[in-house]
């Protein structure tokens, strides 16, 4: 789904655990990385722990290794919306938790006025969305998975 005269580009994934997760964004946000897009997570919970063990197992340069634990695995939602995203052009904002909770951080980022270009993945967890996922997809506009970073 795209919105706001093609500002805001709106994609989604579907995780049983937070390594399962990170294993599926991880591609994106290396992605994102060498298109020197800024990355921002918005989280529930704290996945601090869990991307460090997924990290040291994966083959990536250390230096790449290194840029992703440097974002905030944190959850960092205590900070204003706006606060958390620079003014770089394009911006990748992954948004992870519960349903209520993605949906409310969407429209605080809807209401940022200061950015051209946002890519948004709603990560969702399979087990609470299992019974609602068509409903949510079509609401975005590619799903985002293993095989299509």
């Known amino acids: 789904m795209i919105t706001k005269e093609n500002k805001i580009q709106k994609s989604c994934c579907f995780y049983a655990s937070d390594y399962h997760l990170e294993m599926i964004i991880l591609p994106y946000i290396n992605k994102k990385i060498d298109e020197k897009a ?3 997570i918005i989280t529930e919970k704290n996945l601090s722990k ?3 063990t997924v990290v040291s197992k994966i083959n990536l340069p250390e230096q790449r290794k290194q840029e992703i634990l440097e974002i905030d695995w944190k ?3 205590n900070n204003q919306i ?3 995203i620079n003014t770089k052009k394009e911006v990748a904002i992954f948004v ?3 349903k209520k909770y993605i949906e409310k951080t969407n429209k605080e980022i809807d209401n940022i006025n200061k950015i051209e270009n ?6 969702y967890n399979f087990q609470e969305v299992k019974n609602n996922m068509v409903e949510i997809v079509d609401k975005h506009k590619k ?3 293993s095989s299509s970073n």
């Not at 946002?118 to 990560?123: G, L, Q, Y």
């Open 50 to 52: 869990t991307i460090e």
């Open 96 to 98: 992870i938790g519960s």
């Open 143 to 145: 799903v985002i998975n």
């Open 82 to 84: 706006g606060e958390l």
């Open 118 to 123: 946002i890519n948004i993945v709603n990560c």
């Open 38 to 40: 800024q990355v921002t």
């Open 75 to 77: 959850n960092n939602k």
